[in-house]
């Protein structure tokens, strides 16, 4: 018996000097500067959703201010329990039919402190999952610039889970995941031009055409409550997009200096564009302009961040600030469409823009894991890009009608018109931003003007 107790002892510490000794050889293998440098970056890209708050929170009217930033502060906290249940296994798993990962790394199973070699081989896999993550967290939060103002909370939360499932999940693994059907076409995202940016856009253009256009749009002024807030949004986002952009280099190195370098410049020249067209255009230079054409600048240089140089960096922020603001002043103005925040104007046609520039401007001389562009000989890389912004516009636009129509066969997406009126602060979340506050609106119903005029937090006027 005694002998039975001590060989179980001894086997079960041999078990445990073998799991120290594979530690210890799994940790010799992670780069304590690097893990810094990606714990550091998932840090800034988390800070850009909260500053994509202020940004869209600035721009609407003060009655639905907290309505926008709880739809961006909640999704860091449904995305990150969907990211470790789900979420991360579809867009980085083994790979399935060049389509979607496998769920062997169902919550986060077999995501531990080792390196995982195919996407980074110096930093715990961990950190990899959690960097990408922020980016999860993002997307669908663009989305709610579009739709800002007018879609029912409970159909917003359901969407953007289903949404995350279902269309950017695969599509990370498409142009990212190892033998994603993009990705082995040969076409170069670095940081998110098609996965974040077109995507995003692109679902929040088809999301504002499906609930319709806000409650006097085109026929009164919906003018932005506090662009203070939208500047402070905006310099945090340029802040933050230096981990979005450096440090998907995944590695402190050379690469991600760079990356870091071009995020700047064309930010810069973007803001300098979209100002100066402005001010031709209109005959004054306005600061929601130049924090607009900052943020053109930044979506337009996330693809290209990794493969091209500051000089095409600068050509590029020049574009992209100029095409965004022509999208954004002119296309939307034309069309008619409610795109209430613009979320398609910078994000949906910066993203294009700048997965087409990553077609002309990128060079190996940068990153030779890339590819060169147009510009340096190589037309099939601008091919490859084409390709992969047509798919992605197609399967976010499909995507997203179907999602929503699912969505509305449960629960209304859009808010009534009395609600509407209201403002969404008070009627979805029961509370407004600013206590001295005087709304007026106009109600149809007795018992809603009851239930306003019983508010004990702010004075209303109902006419």
């Not at 930093?123 to 959690?130: D, L």
């Not at 823009?353 to 099939?380: C, E, H, R, V």
């Not at 091919?383 to 129509?405: C, N």
Request: include cysteine.
């Amino acid at each position: 018996m005694k002998s039975k107790r001590m060989v179980s002892i001894l086997t079960l510490l041999l078990l445990l000097a073998m799991s120290e000794a594979a530690f210890a050889a799994d940790s010799s293998a992670i780069d304590s500067g690097d893990t810094t440098f990606i714990i550091i970056a998932s840090a800034l890209v988390m800070l850009m959703t909260p500053g994509l708050a202020l940004f869209y929170g600035g721009m609407v009217r003060r009655k639905n201010v907290l309505s926008t930033f709880m739809q961006s502060f909640i999704l860091i906290a449904v995305i990150s329990v969907q990211w470790v249940l789900i979420g991360y296994t579809l867009a980085f798993g083994p790979d399935k039919g060049h389509l979607i990962g496998g769920l062997t790394w169902l919550g986060f199973n077999g995501v531990g402190m080792s390196p995982n070699p195919d996407y980074a081989g110096t930093i715990p896999h961990q950190i990899f999952a959690m960097f990408q993550l922020m980016f999860a967290i993002i997307t669908p939060a663009l989305i709610t610039g579009s739709i800002a103002e007018r879609m029912r909370f409970p159909a917003f939360l359901a969407f953007a889970v289903i949404w995350a499932t279902f269309i950017y999940d695969p599509l990370a693994h498409w142009v990212w995941g190892v033998d994603g059907w993009i990705r082995n076409l040969g076409a170069l995202d670095f940081a998110g031009g098609t996965v974040v940016h077109i995507s995003s856009g692109v679902s929040g253009l088809i999301a504002a055409l499906v609930l319709g256009k806000r409650k006097g749009y085109g026929k009164e002024p919906l003018l932005p409550h506090h662009l203070p807030m939208t500047v402070l949004g905006a310099a945090l986002l340029w802040f933050g997009w230096f981990g979005f952009n450096a440090g998907s280099a995944l590695s402190a190195n050379g690469l991600a200096t760079n990356a870091f370098v071009v995020t700047n410049t064309s930010a810069a020249a973007a803001a300098i564009a979209w100002m100066f067209a402005e001010w031709l255009h209109h005959g004054k230079p306005t600061v929601l302009g130049a924090a607009s054409g900052a943020v053109a600048g930044l979506v337009a240089i996330t693809p290209a961040s990794g493969f091209v140089t500051p000089l095409a960096a600068i050509i590029i922020g020049l574009v992209g600030g100029v095409v965004c603001y022509l999208g954004v002043s002119v296309l939307k103005a034309k069309l008619g469409y409610d795109d209430s925040l613009d979320a398609f104007g910078c994000h949906g046609i910066g993203g294009t823009w700048g997965a087409i520039a990553t077609g002309l401007f990128a060079t190996t001389t940068i990153n030779s894991g890339g590819a060169d562009g147009l510009f340096y000989g190589n037309p099939a890389l601008l091919k490859a890009q084409l390709i992969s912004v047509v798919a992605t516009y197609a399967f976010a636009a499909v995507g997203t009608v179907v999602i929503l129509k699912v969505v509305a066969l449960f629960t209304p997406l859009r808010v009534t018109t009395e609600e509407e009126l209201t403002g969404l602060d008070l009627t979805m979340h029961g509370e407004e931003a600013y206590r001295d506050a005087v709304m007026t609106v106009s109600v149809s119903r007795g018992r809603l003007k009851e239930r306003i005029a019983d508010s004990k937090s702010v004075p209303v006027h109902i006419s």
